[in-house]
DNA sequence: ATTGGCACTCGACGTATCCGAGTGCCAAGC
DNA sequence: GCTTGGCACTCGGATACGTCGAGTGCCAAT
């Protein structure tokens, strides 16, 4: 029903009310987009639109926005995604160039997604599930405070403190170590875990408390994804774009803060497999961000897409640029973890 | 100058207004606090306490609120701290009860202040200079990536990753592991940082830059003080009392990010030693945080007061509330803490 | 299909008005 | 010498109203 021109209406309304915050009217269009027809012709248009309920108007006799079914055409035909400017791209390999690990690397990835996009950003911390171990270690603290240190082969350290009933000595320890080595070197987290427990039934009687309060604790250790987790940063932006919100902000913020309701809407976005991925305002609805829309995109740790980054910002967000700057970080950040 | 019942006053316009959010006026307080006096008298006493700068009118014909001055008088003179409820020092015990190691303690911690107090909370991580290292692991991943591995006498362990232009085979790894360990346990982190460097001149020829990349890690690793992070909860709160914030609550959303703000008043409180501390409005101008207040108290680790934790919010906020919650889980947490 | 014209709508904005809470002051009273 | 009731005064907030203008929908003409 909508014709060419009629889809060039609405990224034109797109772009115009993203810029200005306010309801867009046909002269506004003819004025400062080179459409070569008159207003006249641009309301026709418009009407169809409204038919197609892709824009809406406020009230009788205001200006035009998109729907959330407006945006969501204009972010799957309309937009071209085009590259980030070559600032850009250099900021993006200065800043992310010199991070030590994977912490600060993360760490100063939400800043930086943060900055590029005026959003707030957010990275869950990449699921290890698929990874394997490769080292456990035994720190005796005191004879019955034992440190236990699991360090995996995409270089994550996960420690944990072991209390025992009972003391443990130095030689002891070692051979524990050596055996929990042998079981769980090379498996995968979950593998190890299992391994661990099955380990129990065999143990020495003398050390079967010892040996299972430790078993236990790594296969705990083993169990917890670190994909649960978020990294935040930008929440000044978001209250920057409050009056965006006709409701309360305090929803989308409380949401943030309890991580649960982002983490399972970025695990529902992670369905779309290829690239940025868009959900817009009402989509959004059962999270209770139904006036938000979330840019994604996974990353990738040694070649496996383990995780996902985005931006949280108002159903009114410029979607060029945050879908840019989310894919692109999310390229370079796949590019350098994944020579690991 | 100001009389008995004068102070009275300020401490009922001070509750009044903190409750109500609005200007309150002789009336007002002659209806809702038994003074046995008429309204012209409490009238004449308000005179004087405006003369005293301890209340002002928003406008002529207004009722009055606490200048910063004013809340800093009830905070110092007026408000006994009473002890919080049994039904919330039991939500102390079980909440923070079943942490397991310090992270999930403080992260638990900060959530729990926010609940209480319906601020925004924030805890500083302990400052580890003055506990001492306990053992030192080191763990190739390869044969030129060596995980460090520092652990301190406080259950602390940080840990970072070496890259080396050559090669280690275990052997000398082991080596290499003895010797540090030699020099640096038991001494606190700074002492280790600095016999670590000394370290460097009568190193092995042969493994001298292995020795001072490893040893340089290590004495970077034992600089970096955690007291220098901040966990933060309760976001939401801070927003929910955005109208309380004349000018705009983004540059308190910002100083929170940026959290050296933060830090660098925690910094400067910590003067006042005994206890809980308050810092009212513009007392926080030089941080740009001059329209909130923050209540803090230390907390200790080990009986050392290493840390603080706080909480954020309006200069119109309830510090009788505040003040007694941020004191209770101060307690408790030196309490449980002391026990290591 | 496009266009200019035109009546109509409705929110935004400025002005005038009213209302009431609250003050300051004063003279009278305990 | 405090305290009190009375009273005039002030000022912000709410309400009502008129104006303005951007924008629409529709229609007849091209």
Redesign the interface.
Known sequence: MVSERGLAVLRAIVQDYVASREPVGSKTIVERHAFGVSAATIRNDMALLEEEELIAAPHTSSGRIPTDKGYRVFVDQLSEVRPLSSAQRHAIETFLGES??LDELLARTVRLIAQLTGQLAAVQYPSFSTSRV??V?L?A?APERV?C?L?T?S?Q?E???AELAVGVDEETLARLRGRLNEVAAGRTLAEAATALSGELDSADPRHAQLLHTLATTLAEQARVQRGDRLVV????NL??TEQDFAGS??GV??A??EQVVLLKLFGEMAADQHGVSVSIGRENAPFGLAETSVVTSPFAIAGRDVSRLGVVGPTRMDYTTSMAAVRAVARYLSRTLGEH
């Not at 940063?233 to 000044?236: I, Q, T």
Request: proline share 0%; net charge negative; charged share 30%.
């Open positions: 030590s690990d490769r080292h270690e720190v603290l440190l240190i360090i082969d270089g350290v420690q944990r403190l940063a930008g929440a000044a209250v920057r902000i305090l913020i409380e943030i803060e």
